[in-house]
């Protein structure tokens, strides 16, 4: 991908999708599966469990689009998608939070 993704096509509703995808594959399969890594620094926080932001929203941008994005091709922190799960509703707190 050539410059970064337009955000406005995805929905809580591809999100929350996206997360139930990792539920139900578990970490390391929808990692393999999705071609995203575990998170550092940032985690999805939803139902007092911890996602990782990325992996998500790259995810649910794949869902919303069908268009699959490599973890290079957007930002992950606070300008990327921290930023853009914030903007849908979603909290994202920093690893070393308690629980939001």
Same mark, same amino acid.
Not at 32 to 48: I, K, N, R, S
């Given at each position: 991908?050539? &410059?970064?993704?337009?955000?406005?096509?995805?929905?809580?509703?591809?999100? @929350? &999708?996206?997360?139930?995808?990792?539920?139900?594959?578990?970490?390391?399969?929808?990692?393999?599966?999705?071609?995203?890594?575990?998170?550092?620094?940032?985690?999805?926080?939803?139902?007092?469990?911890?996602?990782?932001?990325?992996?998500?929203?790259?995810?649910?941008?794949?869902?919303?689009?069908? +268009?699959?994005?490599?973890?290079?091709?957007?930002?992950?922190?606070?300008?990327?998608?921290?930023?853009?799960?914030?903007?849908?509703?979603?909290?994202?707190? +920093?690893?070393?939070?308690? @629980?939001?």
């Amino acid at each position: 991908m050539t &410059h970064p993704p337009t955000w406005d096509q995805v929905t809580p509703a591809d999100v @929350l &999708h996206a997360m139930q995808e990792y539920d139900r594959l578990g970490a390391q399969r929808f990692f393999d599966e999705h071609g995203f890594a575990p998170t550092t620094t940032y985690d999805l926080v939803w139902d007092e469990r911890r996602y990782p932001p990325k992996a998500i929203l790259g995810t649910a941008y794949e869902l919303a689009t069908g +268009h699959r994005l490599a973890s290079g091709d957007f930002e992950g922190g606070k300008t990327g998608a921290v930023r853009v799960l914030g903007k849908l509703g979603f909290v994202v707190a +920093h690893r070393e939070d308690p @629980l939001a």
